[in-house]
Each structure stands twice: as structure tokens, then as C-alpha cells.
């Protein structure tokens, strides 16, 4: 079964400062990877996804994620933070036989000035 | 701009009454989800469909029901709604296997 772990609950970073989360995934084949942001009273919004390929994806807002076969991990970075990030950030594992999407518990981004 | 709908966004409501979450899309896919999500905690999978008069339950015990009759429409029914009832419930829907969930803006049930 796949699993994924976001080993960070919450996370606070400075405007203009740079922020990873980090995501931790359990699978036995190439997993299709994904990155979604949740604001306050929202559903879930896509930043990106990996399916094969170029192991660097870039995303909306400009965010960008690096997938890492040897250590299980599709770590989430942004190299400047905006007060808008602030958010609920969320990774999640499927496969291309399966329809159903796997999620990790979340990370909460908070801003400070 | 949301392509999936959910209705209402906010429902606060006694104990032991019967409630419906509405849940349509307009993108024609065909596989559908409700996920239930509290706070700090991961989404869990409750119901899926992967086409009409076709449900499943998911990876987590729900006492909610859903129905599909319509390809667009998925709605889930609980029949006696209880304060462990409360939480947040997200609809979904992809194409095909691997593809991205497109979820609904959800619904925050309160039981009191």
C-alpha cells in the first residue's frame, strides 16, 4: 500500500526567506507525486506533479519540487516566501493503475513579516 | 476557478437529522471521491465512484451513504448525523488513472 509522510506540522519562515517541506513517500513501483496548497475555507488547489521524467518539476506560484528516487522523497521548495503562501500544504502519492490518491497529514505554512 | 461544486459550504445542524452534501462537476470525469478532513490530520478516502450505479467505500469506516446516478453528480447522506460527524468533507473527481483530483471547495458540517 502507498503511504506519505510530511514529517513537518508546521512550519513558520520570514517574508523573503526560502521554505522546503519536506515529503517522504512509501511505494513499490514510480509513483505520480503531487503537490497541493489548502487556504483557509478552501478545497484543494494543484502546485504541481510528477509522473516520469525530469526529476525537477516547476509549478504554479512559483514553487518547484525535486523528486528523489534513492531517499523516497519529493521535497516542495520556493526560493522567497510571500505573505500569500501562508497556507496548508499537502503531498499526496498515486499510480497510473490505481485512481485513488494518497495523502500525508500536512504541513502549515505561516509568514511573518 | 472551481469546475466542481459543493453545496452548502457551511452546515451547523442537530443531532439526528438527516443531511445531504451535494457534490457535481461539469468536467464529465468519471471517477468521483469524498474525502473527510479533520485538522492536522491527513484526508481520508470515505466513498469513491469510478462511474455511474458504481460506489465503494474507502479506506476509512464512514457511516455516510452516496449515490450515483448522474455522472455529474455524487452526493453523500448521512441518516441520523451525529457530533462525530463533524469535520470537513471534500469532493473530488479525476479522468483517469495517475491524473490530479480536482476537489470541491468542501463542506463543513458542524453537529451539535
Known amino acids: 500500500a502507498q503511504s506519505v509522510t510530511q514529517p513537518d506540522i508546521h512550519i513558520t519562515v520570514s517574508e523573503g526567506a526560502s521554505l522546503e517541506l519536506r515529503c517522504n513517500y512509501s511505494y513499490g513501483a514510480t509513483p505520480y507525486l503531487f503537490w497541493y496548497v489548502q487556504s483557509p475555507g478552501q478545497g484543494l488547489q494543484l502546485l504541481l506533479k510528477y509522473f516520469s521524467g525530469d526529476t525537477l518539476v516547476q509549478g504554479i506560484k512559483g514553487f518547484e519540487a525535486e523528486f528523489k528516487r534513492s531517499q523516497s522523497s519529493f521535497n516542495l521548495r520556493k526560493p522567497s516566501v510571500h505573505w500569500s503562501d501562508a497556507a496548508e500544504y499537502f503531498c499526496?502519492?498515486?499510480?497510473?493503475?490505481?485512481?485513488?490518491?494518497?495523502f500525508g497529514a500536512g504541513t502549515t505554512v505561516t509568514v511573518r513579516a | 476557478e472551481a469546475d466542481i461544486y459543493q453545496t452548502p459550504r457551511y452546515l451547523v445542524i442537530g443531532t439526528g437529522k438527516k443531511i445531504t452534501l451535494e457534490c457535481s462537476q461539469t468536467m464529465g470525469h468519471d471517477k468521483m471521491y469524498w474525502y473527510q478532513q479533520d485538522p492536522g490530520m491527513e484526508l481520508h478516502l470515505i466513498h469513491y465512484?469510478?462511474?455511474?450505479?458504481?460506489?465503494e467505500k474507502g479506506d476509512l469506516s464512514s457511516e455516510s451513504t452516496v449515490s450515483r446516478i448522474r455522472t455529474e453528480h455524487f452526493p453523500l447522506t448521512l441518516e441520523s448525523a451525529r457530533p462525530s460527524h463533524t469535520s470537513q468533507y471534500l469532493c473530488?473527481?479525476?479522468?483517469?488513472?495517475?491524473?490530479?483530483?480536482?476537489f470541491g471547495n468542501g463542506t463543513r458540517l458542524t453537529v451539535t
Open positions: 465512484s469510478y462511474g455511474v450505479n458504481s460506489t
Open positions: 473530488a473527481s479525476t479522468d483517469r488513472g495517475g491524473s490530479p483530483l480536482h
Open positions: 499526496a502519492v498515486g499510480a497510473s493503475n490505481d485512481y485513488k490518491l494518497s
